[in-house]
């Protein structure tokens, strides 16, 4: 029987970045476990990729202000590319209760210390932006060190590291049982044989929950599906633009290759794990592309491009991590409510902390624990996306 001093369950961005920093604090013996063939076929393949650290909640900051950070050094520090890119968030306010809500949020940021964010009048965005439709924006938000990254190519970059420096990977391997005994987890039971560790990692995305019944332990984490729409090349808006949130209506929209990247969180959309992409979603999504940019009237896409992934959401729109109680050795590292990619560099750092010490500095670990909604703790994300 194989043994392994970590198994970490499922080898997306998360679960790649939770082996690299065990594997980089001298943790040797690290197993994945991923079901796939290949690694990034859940959310992290159909990711939009955004990185920022415009968010409303101390927590979310925090983990952002390590994780941007690290994609900016990523391919120094690990040797492979994450393609970052620096190109901004810009909030666009079409009222002064968005306004209000931005200044009380940059407030929070500078305190902090991100020191890159700033608020912006409406003629600053008509004078960066004047493709904009701008007669209702009030003013905005800006940082310039939020972006982009590569998720596939980020989480390939942390695998290939790790894999470097002694861990292992399983692939076309499914978890089909956890086993206990009085200290806790003791083995993982998978379609390629079982595994005995006493410390078991939960990375499995929007499947976590099921991973987690299998001691015992209900996950409040349900997916979520959000399509995202490709257009074909367009050379009328600038190809240097940040990603431009609408906040009317929460349309936001990227360069990608040649051409732009359209994503909306449909409101009508129900939890479950659906996976197609829904051709009626075109229109609706060109409908509110059109409304901000008139030029995107022209915009060709090709719905056969599209797709849809899955987010993870957790009640209050923050990441589940740490210990499971009543359960020593196994861990979280779910829910993170579409923010799992830019903040996987902050989640290998603390749920590897967690495993190794106990605890962190890098956040107060309580704030994100499962304790949390039983102790009616939950602290609620807005600015989400």
């Known amino acids: 029987m194989r043994s392994a001093d970590v198994v970490i369950i499922g080898g997306g961005i998360v679960g790649s970045s939770v082996a690299y920093h065990l594997t980089a604090s001298g943790c040797k013996d690290v197993l994945v476990i991923e079901r796939e063939s290949s690694q990034g076929k859940g959310s992290t393949g159909k990711s939009m990729g955004g990185v920022r650290a415009q968010f409303s909640t101390p927590v979310n900051i925090q983990m952002s202000l390590y994780s941007i950070p690290f994609y900016a050094t990523f391919d120094d520090r690990l040797g492979y590319p994450c393609g970052y890119r620096p190109q901004g968030y810009l909030f666009c306010a079409t009222s002064e209760q968005h306004m209000s809500y931005l200044r009380a949020n940059h407030a929070t940021q500078l305190k902090l210390g991100l020191k890159h964010a700033r608020i912006i009048s409406a003629d600053e965005i008509r004078s960066m932006f004047p493709q904009l439709r701008a007669d209702d924006i009030v003013g905005g938000a800006l940082c310039s060190t939020d972006g982009f990254v590569d998720p596939y190519s980020a989480m390939c970059g942390f695998m290939q590291w790790a894999h470097d420096h002694g861990a292992e990977i399983w692939k076309q391997t499914e978890v089909t049982g956890i086993d206990r005994d009085a200290e806790g987890v003791c083995r993982v039971q998978t379609t390629r044989g079982s595994v005995g560790t006493r410390t078991i990692v939960n990375c499995a995305g929007p499947w976590a929950a099921s991973i987690v019944w299998m001691v015992d332990v209900e996950l409040p984490v349900e997916p979520l599906r959000r399509m995202l729409v490709p257009s074909e090349p367009f050379d009328q808006f600038p190809r240097s633009a940040p990603m431009i949130i609408d906040m009317s209506n929460g349309f936001h929209f990227r360069p990608e290759a040649l051409g732009f990247l359209l994503a909306w969180n449909d409101p009508q959309e129900t939890p479950g794990y659906k996976t197609d992409f829904d051709p009626a979603f075109t229109e609706k999504i060109l409908t509110r592309a059109a409304h901000r940019v008139p030029i995107f009237e022209n915009l060709a896409v090709n719905p056969k491009r599209a797709w849809a992934g899955m987010y993870e ?73």
């Open 313 to 385: 959401m957790s009640p209050d729109h923050h990441a589940i991590l740490g210990p499971v109680p009543d359960v020593p050795g196994f861990f979280l590292a779910n829910g993170f409510s579409g923010h799992g990619v830019m903040h996987s560099p902050a989640t290998g750092k603390i749920v590897s902390d967690l495993v190794l010490s106990g605890t962190t500095d890098l956040i107060d670990p309580s704030l994100l624990n499962l304790a949390r909604f039983a102790e009616g703790r939950m602290i609620e994300e807005t600015a989400i996306l």
